[in-house]
């Protein structure tokens, strides 16, 4: 089970985590009924020791072998992430008390790197597992509570996928993004309440851009990337090489929903 940590840069503090495009093409997985994941409340949650930004609650953590259906867990208002391994070879449902899916989650997983935002509407709700191997599934709900609001010019530096907020967007103009490693790189954009506006940028490889963004409200950012990266959260005018939902080179975004 992966642990995260907080990135702390120009006095923000963000979670670090896994995360990338909606490309689910579910398989007819078994359906047999395995024994239900165990939950663990862990050992208690990580404090963002006086930074801004939300603070890192202990997820809740389901793991198992086989197909097998979760205990319950509640969604609550705002970001909610699922931190999954392994990264391919399996399914999961997200399904509410009334048995409808909300999402179902294969090829997201990969493209998210296993740390998959959902949008949906809070409430309770199970996750049934399809797979033949070892499997975790964390829940992660950041917690935002007074004076956690993150306000730019701000930095996130980091090596893997990761997010920052809650941020105030009311001033910020454009996104800086230096990506110094190999691989795809996906910057998205949600709300406050966790729903999925749109993609600010996708590449691969090295790149350095300026990209435009006026969203004005309230929200987070969520980035892909397994390679060395820096994104800042600029205030300042200037030219830029892409608008908010245009994408980079990895073209347009899809919605994590």
Not at 89 to 118: A, M
Not at 122 to 151: K, N
Request: contains cysteine; glycine residues 16%.
């Amino acid at each position: 089970m992966r642990r995260r940590t907080f990135v702390t840069a120009c006095g923000v503090t963000a979670l670090a985590g896994c995360f990338g495009s909606d490309s689910d093409d579910p398989d007819d997985n078994e359906s047999g009924d395995g024994p239900a994941g165990n939950e663990s409340d862990g050992t208690g949650g990580n404090d963002s020791d006086g930074g801004l930004g939300a603070s890192d609650p202990e997820p809740i953590e389901y793991s198992g072998s086989g197909n097998a259906t979760t205990e319950p867990f509640t969604v609550r208002p705002g970001l909610t992430i699922l931190d999954i391994e392994p990264m391919s070879g399996l399914r999961v449902d997200v399904i509410d008390s009334g048995g409808n899916v909300w999402r179902s989650l294969e090829g997201d997983i990969q493209n998210y790197k296993s740390f998959v935002p959902i949008d949906v509407p809070q409430g309770e709700y199970t996750m049934e597992i399809r797979t033949d191997r070892d499997w975790s599934v964390s829940v992660i709900q950041p917690r935002v509570g007074d004076g956690d609001l993150v306000t730019p010019p701000a930095t996130l530096a980091n090596s893997e996928p990761a997010y920052l907020g809650p941020i105030d967007f009311s001033d910020v103009n454009s996104v800086a993004i230096d990506h110094t490693g190999v691989g795809e790189f996906s910057l998205k954009l949600y709300t406050l309440g966790g729903e999925y506006l749109g993609e600010i940028y996708a590449d691969q490889g090295i790149f350095e851009t300026d990209v435009s963004l006026d969203h004005g409200g309230q929200g987070w950012i969520v980035c892909a990337a397994v390679s060395d990266y820096e994104i800042t959260l600029e205030t300042d005018d200037g030219e830029t090489d892409s608008m908010l939902g245009s994408g980079g080179g990895g073209g347009s975004g899809n919605s994590s929903a």
